[in-house]
């Protein structure tokens, strides 16, 4: 799977992190792994010009989803079956605005982008939330893949902990690995 970060927001984010989200919701949704995504940081004037010209809604916004015309034509979601490669679309965020949520909200800007990153992800595969009944279904897909791959990375991390840590007592008594080998 293809998924490209641009930082253009001037704000530094994480950008292996924001993939390895995007990565894990694509999974997740058993989308095409030859599918490509684009993800794109930008500042707030940027955004407020986008939300404008696209949504006709005043002022910046957190995240925009623009998926490829050929699948919203086709009516098929991206995750649906037998759905080959895809240029899936590209997701928008704002750093400068999901910052500012983001404390609201109690937590790191990092997790707010996040959060934003499989929300536009949920978007590009054709979810929606203006309707009371669809906004419960995303939010809920939303949040059970944001837990999944929070548990999955602090698997993750314990394992790399527990290696470096076998590795070290294994060196102290002198069973580590030869060079070369």
């Keep these: 799977m293809s998924i490209e970060v641009v930082n253009e927001s001037g704000i ?13 919701a694509l999974d997740a949704m058993k989308v095409n792994p030859a599918a490509e995504l684009a993800i794109t940081a930008v500042a707030l004037d940027a955004m407020e010009e986008l939300h404008v010209r696209w949504m006709d809604e005043p002022g910046p916004t957190d995240v925009m989803a623009f998926p490829m015309d050929s699948l919203a ?16 679309g590209d997701v928008v965020l704002c750093p400068a605005f999901a910052r500012d949520q983001a404390r609201k909200a109690g937590h790191t800007l990092a997790d707010e982008l996040h959060l934003l990153t499989v929300h536009g992800v949920l978007h590009l595969l054709g979810y929606d939330h203006l309707e009371p009944e ?6 809920a897909l939303q949040n059970r893949l944001l837990v ?34």
């Design 148 to 181: 999944r791959w929070r548990e999955d990375r602090a698997q993750a991390h314990a394992r790399d902990a527990q290696r470096r840590s076998d590795d070290r007592l294994m060196g102290t008594v002198g069973f580590e690995d030869e060079p070369g080998r």
């Design 12 to 24: 530094a984010i994480d950008e292996a992190q924001i993939v390895s989200v995007a990565r894990y």
């Design 73 to 88: 034509e086709d009516g098929r979601r991206p995750d649906a079956p037998d759905l080959g490669p895809a240029l899936l």
């Design 134 to 139: 669809d906004e419960r279904e995303m939010f």
